[in-house]
């Protein structure tokens, strides 16, 4: 099995600790915007999800639209 490089790693762990934030957000009970912050800090845990798992298999992360006249 290969190794992860350092950019994976980053991905993967700015990722973690997103969701844990958000689960730790949405559990406190003396913050009003529980239910906004909790969905905003999932949807980056899951974009550097998306983004070690595309950065591994060296797909690129983004599409270039190209502008046809």
Do not use: C, D, Q
């Amino acid at each position: 099995m290969r190794r992860l490089s350092r950019e994976v790693k980053a991905a993967l762990t700015k990722a973690r600790e997103s969701a844990l934030l958000a689960v730790e957000t949405y559990n406190r009970p003396g913050t009003v915007f529980r239910s906004g912050a909790y969905i905003v800090l999932m949807v980056i845990a899951w974009t550097a999800l998306f983004h070690a798992i595309f950065l591994r298999t060296r797909a690129k992360p983004f599409h270039v639209i190209v502008k046809r006249e």
